[in-house]
């Protein structure tokens, strides 16, 4: 799982931009594809997280944060918990470092 994680600055750099309004959301798990759509819980939460980010940040699930928490490179700052449609009560963190930092 944290290799794929690994790609979140790739999506995240564009944020330091701060010209595009960019609201990010992040979250990992099963989806399912069909005719090139992307189903299921994960994409629902990950649309939920881009929901609650302001522009030019990214919000990500609980799972994403909890995998990165002892990589020194990526911090994150958690909001209040709250309900999300369809998926019950969250605890969303915003990301607010990454090891692309240096390109900002």
Known sequence: ???????IPAAVRYLA???AGLRIGLSYGP?????????GATVNL??????IAEPNTA???????AALR???QFKFE???ERSITGIGWVTPFVV?????EALT
Do not use: Q, Y
């Open 17 to 19: 931009l701060g010209e």
């Open 59 to 65: 919000v990500a699930s609980p799972e994403i944060a």
């Open 1 to 7: 799982m944290t290799d794929d994680l690994l790609t």
């Open 96 to 100: 607010v470092s990454t090891p692309d």
């Open 46 to 51: 990950a649309s939920r997280m881009s929901d």
């Open 70 to 72: 002892e990589n020194p």
């Open 31 to 39: 989806a399912i594809r069909r005719l090139g759509d992307i189903f």
């Open 78 to 80: 958690s909001l209040a």
